[in-house]
């Protein structure tokens, strides 16, 4: 079945510094949906992208569908503290469009 | 509060038991999914339904599992005989037709001693 992948699995990095976590999926996308959870929270929209090669920006966030629609990155510049917790990409599953399925996520901690 | 709600939080249980967990989604949502998630993994799609109709179940899913979504608002999900593998996280999520973002509960989280 259609899996979704990401990397790396964990970042720790030093407030200021840049964060990239990236997905891919092993069948192609109609569209990719950036998801972000705070420890002890839920899962919160970020984005969504649907056009090949697609780049989306979000204040210091930058989203990236690729070429294929096979692939996308989140790309953080600057990190804070607030940026805290994991990101997760999601895309269609199957032969379904409705269902929706997740990668295992990147988990982001910073360090003030 | 108009947002997603689930109902309970928590819910510690022996394992045999049932359990009934309630979603309420925003009113407007006719689209809503039910999600497993255990520590350090992304939510696992386990059903969805589009309005009261149950559209997809996931083959993981065993027949212990049980969902419904009677008049199409809120929509409960049972589990029959509880397994320690079942002690998860279970998120609800709705969306509205025509956009493809997932608004989440806080989900309730099972413990199965």
């Known amino acids: 079945g259609q899996q979704v992948m990401q990397i790396p699995q964990y970042q720790h990095v030093q407030e200021g510094e840049d964060f990239t976590t990236y997905c891919n999926s092993s069948t192609t996308l109609s569209n990719i949906q950036w998801y972000k959870q705070r420890p002890g929270g839920h899962p919160v929209f970020l984005i969504q992208l649907v056009k090949s090669g697609e780049v989306k920006k979000q204040k210091r966030l930058t989203f990236q569908f690729g070429e294929a629609k096979k692939n996308s990155s989140l790309h953080i510049t600057a990190t804070q503290t607030t940026d805290v917790g994991t990101y997760f990409c999601?895309?269609?599953?199957?032969?379904?469009?409705?269902?929706?399925?997740f990668g295992p996520g990147t988990s982001l901690s910073v360090i003030p | 509060d108009t947002g997603v709600s689930q109902d309970p939080r928590h819910k510690i249980t022996k394992r045999g038991q049932n359990v009934t967990f309630r979603c309420d989604p925003i009113?407007?949502?006719?689209?809503l999914y039910w999600y497993r998630q255990t520590l350090g993994q992304g939510p696992e799609f386990l059903t969805y339904f589009q309005n009261e109709a149950q559209l997809e179940k996931s083959r993981l899913l065993s027949d212990r599992f049980s969902a419904e979504r009677p008049k199409g608002s809120f929509s409960t999900l049972e589990i029959q005989r509880t397994e320690q593998g079942d002690s998860a996280m279970y998120l609800c999520?709705?969306?509205?037709?025509?956009?493809?973002?997932?608004?989440f509960g806080p989900g309730t989280r099972l413990t199965v001693l």
């Open positions: 999520a709705s969306r509205e037709n025509r956009n493809n973002e997932q608004f």
């Open positions: 009113s407007e949502h006719n689209r």
């Open positions: 999601a895309g269609p599953g199957g032969t379904s469009y409705d269902k929706v399925i």
